[in-house]
């Protein structure tokens, strides 16, 4: 199965900036179902952010709208996060998703930690 790693995770002030990343240990066209980021903060459930479907076309929640968004390197095999205009809302541990059509488990990677406050 492959493996996903989170990087990136960091404090940064409202307003700011910051580009996640999440390393596969294989090919990531090789989850059909696309990949995704989700996140999840304290006391709360865990809520989709993000997706890029493997003809490239993209989707974000609302909130995210307009300052997030997600790319790929399908020759390193990561998928990225960048994120613009963060807000205290956006704190979260965001975690990187792998998904297949037919059944067959997502694999998820251990999360990076978002802190935004000043």
């Known amino acids: 199965q492959v493996q996903l790693e989170e990087s990136g995770g960091t404090l940064v002030q409202p307003g700011g900036s910051q580009t996640l990343s999440c390393a596969a240990s294989?090919?990531?066209?090789?989850?059909?179902?696309?990949m995704a980021w989700y996140r999840q903060a304290p006391g709360k459930e865990r809520e989709w952010v993000a997706s890029?479907?493997?003809?490239?076309?993209?989707s974000y929640r609302d909130s995210v709208m307009g300052r997030f968004i997600i790319s790929r390197d399908t020759e390193k095999n990561t998928v990225a996060l960048r994120m613009h205009n963060l807000k205290p809302e956006d704190t979260a541990v965001y975690l990187c998703?792998?998904?297949?059509?037919?059944?067959?488990?997502?694999?998820w990677g251990q999360g990076t930690q978002v802190t935004v406050s000043s």
């Open positions: 890029i479907r493997n003809d490239g076309g993209t």
């Open positions: 294989g090919s990531i066209l090789s989850f059909s179902a696309g």
């Open positions: 998703w792998g998904g297949h059509y037919g059944g067959r488990a997502a694999s």
